[in-house]
Nanobody, 120 residues
Framework: QVQLVESGGGLVQPGGSLRLSCAASGSIGSTYTMGWHRQAPGKQRELVATITSGGSTNYADSVKGRFTISRDNAKNTVYLQMNSLKPEDTAVYYC??????????????WGQGTQVTVSS
């Protein structure tokens, strides 16, 4: 069984910063690409950023220059540092990861989501 657990969401003023964390746990053999998505009320879920096991990153245009994705492979954890936050960044943020467990071949796993609200 593999689980992803996010933390670090909350309420922040425009221009502020938050750091999200997502830790994968369970019967993990290897962790490959990890990433963050978000879903605002009434909108479809969208990609925010991804990072490969080798450290290559990819960002949505809307967050380039403001958000930074990183990972700690030893801890099977991915982070999202969010700076210069805007009200339009308000959403539930979900992490996901491609993981090969001891039981199954590579599958895509999702966390339960963490709320980020940017408001004055």
């Amino acid at each position: 069984q593999v689980q992803l657990v996010e933390s670090g969401g909350g309420l922040v003023q425009p221009g502020g910063s938050l750091r999200l964390s997502c830790a994968a746990s369970g019967s993990i053999g290897s962790t490959y690409t990890m990433g963050w998505h978000r879903q605002a009320p009434g909108k479809q879920r969208e990609l925010v950023a991804t990072i490969t096991s080798g450290g290559s990153t990819n960002y949505a245009d809307s967050v380039k220059g403001r958000f930074t994705i990183s990972r700690d492979n030893a801890k099977n954890t991915v982070y999202l540092q969010m700076n210069s936050l805007k009200p339009e960044d308000t959403a539930v943020y979900y992490c996901n990861a491609d993981i090969r467990s001891f039981t199954f071949s590579v599958r895509n796993y999702w966390g339960q989501g963490t709320q980020v609200t940017v408001s004055s």
